[in-house]
C-alpha cells in the first residue's frame, strides 16, 4: 500500500479531559472522525455533547489491537477522492462499522482516529501513521494526583494528570523483564516484545505566557561549548549544520571535536572549558576504520569516558544497522533514549545523507527532521549535523534545512597537507557574534593550526607582547623642535634623527599649539 505523508509533522496527540476530543470534531476537522473505545460508555460521554451534524461524521469502531480491526482503518482512511464509500468498501473485507461509512457524504474523508483509553503498548499505532494520513488523538479522563512541591495557602499544591496507563504518550519504559501476568498477556497479545514496539506522543496541549511570566521565568541562560578564537562557537541549546564537498574532512572534524568535548580538552583554535558527554551516532564508514580514526584522534586526551558512539558499522546484524536512522519515528526515538541513557547533552549526527536518506530537496521530508531538532533544541541538547555541499559549493537540497539552525559551518579544501586534511572554516550563518575563518589540518590525527594561520596568530601574539616604543629623550627632542624652528621639512627631520615621523608630526603639533597659546595671551594683555 502506498505510504501518504502529511507536510506537517506532527500527526500524534494525546488529550487529557474528552473536552479536548469534543473540540476537535466541532473546530479542527469537518471530516469523518473514527472512534476506538475500550467500551460503550467513552463514546456515549462524548457523543453527548455534540450537535446531530457532528455525531453523524462520527463512526464507532472496534479497538486497534487486532489486524483485521487496522486493515479496516487504514483502508476507510485511503479512499480516493474520486471514489464513494459504496465503491471503495466494496472491495474490502466487511466490518460492521462500514455500514456507517456508506452512510456519510461522498465528498467526506476520514481525516481522525481517536484513541479512547488506549494503553501505550500496540504497535498497531505504528502502521495506521506509516499507511495513512489520519491525525491520531489519544485520550482519557482516568488521572492521578501529583505534588507540585509549592505551598499555596498552607497547603501542599497538586496537579491532576493523565494516567499513562490508559494513554499512549511518553509514559515511564515498561520493564519486560518484570511484567506482571496482566501486563504479559496484552504485550504479548499485541505482539509487543521491546521497546522499539512503543510509540512516542506530542502533547497535543499548549500554553501562552505573558510578558511577567516569560522575563520572570527560571529559564536559564545556554551554556558555550566551544570557543573559536575567543569567541562562541558552539552552544548548548542549539543546532548547527557542518557542510563541505565529500573528503573535506567533516568526519575528521566532527569526531575529533566529539572526542575532546568528552575529555575537556581543546584543540587548536577551538577552546573546551569542560568536558560534556557526547553522543555520536555514525552511518557511513566501514567498524575497522572508525575504530581506527577514534584511536588516532583520541591520542592524548586522557579520561574520554563521555563519549558514546551509535554506529551502524558496530551493530551485530543487517536489522540493527537499519534500524540506526532518523528518517523514521521509531528510529529517531531509538536516539532520544540512547540521549537519556547516556546522558549526552551534545548529539553529533554524521551524516544526514546517510542516516536520514531523503531527498533532500524535498521540503517535506526535511520538516519531520528540522521539527525533530528543534525539538530536541528545547531540551537542551546541542545537536551538530553533517551535510554534503553541491557543485556550486553550498549545502546540497532544500533551504528549509537551514531556517531554523543557529550556525552553519562550511568546509574548504586547501590543499596545504599532503599528508593528511587540510581545510579553511567559514561561517555562512550566525545568530550570535562574529566569528573569524580558522584554518586547521589534521596529519594521523595530530590537529595544528594551518602555517598561514599559525602565522597570523604568532602575529597577532607577537603585537600584543611587543612593548611600547620609549618616549623620546629630551636631547632629541630639542634637536627636533630646532630643526623644526629653522623650517626644515619633516621627513628629513626623522630621517636625519631616526626617530618617527609620527613624533616629528607631534611635535610640530605642540609648538603650533604653544606658540598659539601666547599670541592669545600677548593680545589680551594689549
Known sequence: MTTNTKKRGCRFYYAFKWQAVVDTIQNKTKGIVLMAGTDSEDNTRILGRLTAEEKSRVISVSNIYDDAAVSAIIHSANKPKDKTWSEWLACAVGDYWFEQL??????????????????????????????????????????????????????????????????????PLPDFNNLTDDENDRYREDCVTDLECLIPVYDFDVQTFSYGQVVESMVQPREVLVYSNGKPLLWSESITE???????????????????????????????????????????????????????????????????????????????????????????????????????????????????????????????????????????????????????????????SEDRIDLAIKLTATGSNPAGAAFKMTFTKEREGSLTPLRLTCTNGVWSLDDKQAKKTEEATARKKQPKREAITALKKSEIITALKNNEPQATIAKRLKTSLRQVSQLNKEMSAHDNSNEHTNHAEG
Open 102 to 171: 456508506e452512510k456519510c457524504d461522498d465528498s467526506l474523508t476520514v481525516s481522525a482516529l481517536v484513541l479512547m483509553d488506549h494503553g501505550n503498548r500496540t504497535k498497531n499505532l505504528r502502521r495506521i501513521l506509516s499507511d495513512t494520513h489520519l491525525t491520531v488523538i489519544s485520550s482519557t479522563e482516568h488521572h492521578i494526583t501529583a505534588e507540585t512541591g509549592k505551598i499555596v495557602d498552607g497547603v501542599k499544591e497538586v496537579v491532576r494528570l493523565p494516567d499513562t496507563k490508559f494513554i499512549y504518550g511518553r509514559t
Open 242 to 400: 557542518l557542510f563541505a564537498w565529500r573528503g573535506t574532512g567533516k568526519t575528521m572534524l566532527s569526531l575529533g571535536l566529539a572526542l575532546h568535548l568528552a575529555a575537556g580538552k581543546s584543540m587548536p583554535g577551538l577552546e573546551i572549558l569542560s568536558p560534556r558527554k557526547v553522543l555520536y551516532v555514525e552511518g557511513e564508514l566501514p567498524a575497522s576504520q572508525l575504530k581506527h580514526r577514534i584511536q588516532q584522534l583520541s591520542q592524548g586526551l586522557g579520561d574520554i569516558s563521555g563519549f558514546n558512539i551509535l554506529a551502524k558499522s558496530l551493530q551485530s546484524r543487517r536489522a540493527g544497522q537499519a534500524a540506526v536512522t532518523i528518517k523514521t519515528e521509531a528510529g529517531r526515538v531509538a536516539i532520544e533514549n540512547k540521549l537519556d541513557e547516556t546522558g549526552a547533552t551534545v548529539l553529533i549526527l554524521d551524516s544526514i545523507a546517510s542516516l536520514a536518506q531523503i531527498d533532500t530537496n524535498n521540503e517535506a521530508q526535511w520538516i519531520p527532521i528540522i521539527e525533530w531538532f528543534v525539538d530536541l533544541r528545547c531540551r537542551g541538547i546541542c545537536i551538530l549535523y553533517l551535510q554534503q555541499s553541491g557543485k556550486r559549493g553550498e549545502q546540497r537540497g532544500h533551504s528549509v
